[in-house]
């Protein structure tokens, strides 16, 4: 099976709502590092954790090694949030990093 | 916000020719990625080179593709005789360092295989 599942493949929300995405590991992970793709289809980096927790803005990532996860909250959602998002985790014994299939966020006026 | 240049953004090719990209890291990043992600949006890591040792690459790598990223050169990412099921966005990474550090990426080279 897929090494990193994320969820929800697709997402809508409204704006000024948040909502929370999620990646699951089936292994240990070393770290973790959140992407969005921009309209011309460019990897943006959002965030990169060894451990704990990390916020700007209005988004928020936390990364559990032990518990084998990783969540993204979005709150006070914007038009301009609309995009692919994807989560890589990087495997303890390796130097690649291992992609999410991605969660498509619709955000709605 | 990533620097990483690569080169070209659009490339086609007949089936059986060869596909050749380019990328230019980060300045002072010496650890360098190459990934293929599909029109499903799945990404696929190809290889890494750490200044120009390689260190990681997978099957598809060794037998079809070749890469290198030689001294004070782009790195490239050469697809020795295409395939239809090579027609894929390329994204080249970099990072400073091959295991702590953040991966940048460029904007892709989309290979189309007629």
């Known amino acids: 099976g897929d090494q990193v599942e994320q969820s929800p493949s697709a997402l809508s929300l409204h704006e000024g709502t948040g909502s929370a995405l999620r990646c699951n590991f089936t292994?240990?992970?070393?770290?973790v590092q959140w992407f969005r793709k921009n309209s011309r289809g460019s990897l943006i980096n959002l965030f990169y954790l060894a451990s704990g927790t990390k916020e700007n803005g209005r988004l928020k990532s936390a990364f559990d090694s032990k518990e084998r996860y990783s969540t993204l909250h979005i709150r006070d959602a914007q038009l301009e949030d609309s995009g692919t998002y994807f989560c890589?985790?990087?495997?303890?014994?390796?130097?690649?990093?291992?992609f999410g299939k991605g969660t498509h966020l619709h955000v709605l006026p | 916000n990533s620097k990483v240049i690569q080169t070209p953004r659009y490339l086609v090719k007949g089936q059986g020719q060869k596909a050749k990209m380019r990328c230019i890291p980060e300045?002072?990043?010496?650890?360098v990625f190459w990934y293929q992600q599909n029109k499903n949006n799945e990404f696929k890591f190809l290889i890494n080179?750490?200044?120009?040792?390689?260190?990681?690459q997978i099957d598809m790598t060794e037998k079809r593709f070749s890469a290198e990223c030689p001294s004070n050169s782009p790195c490239s990412l050469e697809i020795q005789s295409s395939e239809a099921g090579d027609s894929a966005l390329y994204l080249c990474a970099s990072s400073k360092d091959r295991n702590q550090d953040t991966q940048y990426f460029g904007p892709g080279t989309r290979l189309l295989v007629l």
């Open positions: 890589a985790a990087a495997d303890t014994n390796a130097y690649k990093v291992i």
């Open positions: 292994t240990t992970m070393r770290a």
């Open positions: 080179f750490q200044n120009q040792e390689v260190l990681q």
């Open positions: 300045k002072g990043h010496p650890v």
